[in-house]
């Protein structure tokens, strides 16, 4: 499951994935990526558990259903947004994933999560009284020039579906994000294996640096790698050197120190039952 601003176009990664021996499939939610009609608010949603819908529907298609019934174990993998999704719905759902990855997932606030908690009923009145309201621009397009084709990275895709500065901001969205967090700040009790995929830094900042092309420039990662603690009681976190925001676009040595902790991990997960 991808992030914000996002869609799926991560082949090589799918290639990797399936060369493990796994049957890859990815989802482009709701108003995002191929779903992502015209008349639709690009990426808004106002509860993420809004996607448990698409999830459901995506599950059905693979053959797992509601109920997790497949006969091949089912391994979830999200980035950013996505893998705070998907942590959230795993633990409302326990028994049906039998491994749960995550890439960068956003799991903390970037300042700190003091700084959530202050924010968060201002944020929540905002949402009460235009969820659709504009908000300001954070996103400078470092992140895009430190994975396009087009400037520093080497990764080509649909510019409409992931733009340069992300989509509009609303604050429904956001307190829809805070709210997540909240809810995993308490603690999800999750008995499935988890893998964490983080940079070993941050450079969170409005002027651009080279640096940038290996760091991640959206989240906090200490604060995500201490977050993770809260996942449940199985969780492995791996920091990765001069990794990117989306550890899987960083460069290709270090997608394959990434890829080298999958397979890894992947080894110490418990062998299929049925």
């Not at 579906?161 to 429904?172: D, I």
């Not at 920091?239 to 925001?245: E, F, I, S, T």
Request: charged share 20%; aromatic share 10%.
């Amino acid at each position: 499951m991808h992030g914000w601003s996002d869609y799926f176009f991560q082949r090589e990664m799918a290639e990797h994935i399936e060369l493990l021996g796994a049957r890859f499939y990815a989802v482009d939610l709701r108003k995002y990526g191929r779903s992502l009609l015209p008349h639709q608010t690009p990426g808004y949603v106002d509860d993420l558990q809004t996607y448990d819908e698409d999830i459901a529907a995506a599950l059905e298609v693979m053959g797992h259903g509601e109920t997790g019934s497949g006969r091949r174990r089912l391994i979830l993998f999200g980035h950013s947004t996505g893998g705070l999704t998907l942590a959230l719905w795993n633990a409302r759902h326990p028994g049906i994933a039998s491994g749960l990855m995550l890439n960068s997932p956003w799991l903390e606030f970037q300042a700190s999560s003091l700084a959530r908690e202050f924010i968060a009923p201002i944020l929540k009145l905002g949402a009460r009284r235009n969820p659709l309201a504009p908000m300001p621009t954070v996103d400078p397009g470092f992140y895009t020039r430190t994975v396009s084709s087009d400037a520093d990275g080497e990764w080509a895709y649909n510019q409409s579906w992931r733009p340069e500065r992300g989509f509009p901001l609303h604050p429904g969205w956001l307190s829809a994000v805070f709210a997540g967090q909240a809810q995993l700040a308490e603690g999800l009790a999750s008995s499935t294996p988890t893998l964490v995929l983080l940079s070993t830094h941050s450079l969170l900042s409005p002027k651009w640096s080279e640096e940038m092309n290996r760091s991640d420039v959206a989240l906090n990662v200490d604060a995500v790698a201490h977050r993770s603690l809260s996942l449940g009681d199985d969780v492995s976190v791996v920091r990765v050197h001069d990794a990117l925001h989306d550890v899987m676009l960083s460069a290709p040595d270090v997608r394959e120190q990434a890829y080298t902790a999958v397979r890894r991990w992947g080894r110490t997960l418990p062998v299929a039952s049925r």
